[in-house]
Each structure stands twice: as structure tokens, then as C-alpha cells.
């Protein structure tokens, strides 16, 4: 089964994504900050991330650089509310897969639906 980390300080929105992702096959993991994130990344194989950009402790764009720096292959969504043009270009040059906008309706028109006969990771 295919790992979903999710990154993100509101524990409702968490909730709700970490369900949807579930229902669509993916085992999701979650982390309420960048500095749980990223160890969580070190520690565990992920195969994707889902990163919100406003958090505590560590916001996301740091939380980004530096799961580069240590797991560079890494997929990488990003997730968040507001993002200007030089955040969006930094945040592709830094290989994200997705940018993703708050308020997210569905998860279920930006992941696929797992199967027997889906590869281990669809992108």
C-alpha cells in the first residue's frame, strides 16, 4: 500500500484528508509541523508528501528544502492557501509535483483511486 504523508498544522483539515486519502487506498500518515514531518520522512520509506506552507515551528518552504537534502527523490505536494508567483516558482524549482489550493472539495480529483492493477505510485 502506497504511503501519504501529510503535513499540516490544522488538526480538522488533517482529519479530513487523512479519511480521504484512506478511502482512496493509501495508507496516510500525518504530522502536524515541518520538524515532525521531515523526521518522519528520515525515518520512514514515503511516497508522497503532502506539505502545507503556513506552519509553525518550521513553514513549508523550509520544511521543502530540507527534505530535498535528505530524500531529493521525493514527491512532494504542496498544499496551501495563498501563494504568490515567486513562492510558486521557488517551490517548482524545487521539484513539488502539485500545487494544491485551500480550500481542497475533494482529494478524490487530485489522487487516483488505488487498485490491483494500478503501479505502486500514480502520479
Request: proline letters at 6%; a negative charge; one cysteine or more.
Amino acid at each position: 500500500m502506497s504511503k501519504i504523508l501529510l503535513i499540516d498544522d490544522e488538526t480538522d483539515f488533517r482529519d479530513v484528508l487523512q479519511r480521504e486519502f484512506a478511502d482512496l487506498g493509501y495508507q496516510a500518515l500525518v504530522a502536524p509541523d515541518g520538524v515532525r514531518g521531515l523526521q518522519m520522512v528520515m525515518d520512514a520509506p514515503i511516497d508522497v508528501v503532502v506539505l502545507d506552507l503556513n506552519m509553525p515551528h518550521r513553514d513549508g518552504m523550509e520544511t521543502l528544502r530540507l527534505i530535498r537534502a535528505v530524500k531529493p527523490e521525493a514527491r512532494v505536494i504542496v498544499l496551501t492557501a495563498l501563494m504568490d508567483d515567486a513562492a510558486q516558482v521557488e517551490a517548482r524549482q524545487l521539484g513539488v509535483t502539485d500545487i494544491m489550493f485551500k480550500p481542497v472539495s475533494s482529494t478524490h480529483s487530485s489522487l487516483p483511486r488505488r487498485s490491483a492493477k494500478a503501479p505502486a505510485w500514480a502520479c
